[in-house]
């Protein structure tokens, strides 16, 4: 009996804390992680023609809304107290989160646009006229994220009703269908290659094996 007392003993820890004393945190894994997860670059479907100036890699927040150019400004605080000196600091675009309404889609749009963007919105009339304007400025002003938008305007039965109408008046042919522009594209690939191969023909050296 008294050995089995000690055994009992020995088997089981006095106290709470001598219990969680042998356990080792070691071989402990956290499953969740502190480290903020990397921003991804907006890429363009396949279907959308490709961004001119290309999406922006050092303020890549600028690609999910109309930012109008606008980016982090960095400068110094300067302090006028009994410790004078600089202190550098930031400055954020003032971003916020609007409902804007896109005649030619019919609906409105929550999009993050910035203070300046938006005064040029409603100085341009609306937010179909700020994404048609065709001037680079604009184009290059209106980021990755209003190029899509721009595309998806330029689809609409009414953009393109507008576009047949203009181009009636400028006297202007009707563009050829996407089928029709890939034939004329490989027509136009096969002949540059032609015509390079005659030019590389009718220069190539003609070597004499006959010796005098």
Do not use: C
Request: net charge positive.
């Amino acid at each position: 009996m008294a050995g089995l007392q000690t055994r009992s003993a020995m088997s089981f820890p006095s106290s709470l804390s001598a219990a969680f004393r042998g356990l080792s945190l070691a071989s402990s894994k956290r499953s969740f992680s502190t480290t903020p997860a990397a921003q991804k670059t907006k890429q363009l479907p396949d279907y959308i023609p490709a961004y001119p100036h290309g999406p922006n890699y050092v303020f890549k927040q600028s690609n999910s809304g109309l930012y109008g150019g606008a980016m982090i400004q960095f400068g110094n605080k300067i302090s006028q107290g009994r410790n004078e000196g600089k202190t550098r600091r930031f400055w954020k675009p003032n971003v916020r989160r609007k409902k804007l309404w896109s005649e030619a889609l019919g609906e409105h749009l929550y999009i993050k646009v910035t203070r300046k963007a938006l005064r040029t919105i409603w100085k341009a009339g609306g937010l179909d006229n700020y994404l048609l304007d065709d001037r680079p400025g604009r184009i290059k002003e209106i980021g990755i994220f209003g190029w899509e938008l721009r595309w998806k305007i330029m689809q609409t039965p009414k953009i393109q009703e507008q576009f047949k109408q203009e181009r009636k008046r400028l006297g202007l042919p009707e563009p050829p269908t996407f089928e029709e522009w890939v034939k004329q594209k490989e027509a136009q690939i096969k002949t540059d290659i032609e015509a390079h191969t005659n030019i590389r023909d009718a220069t190539k050296p003609i070597y004499n094996d006959k010796l005098y």
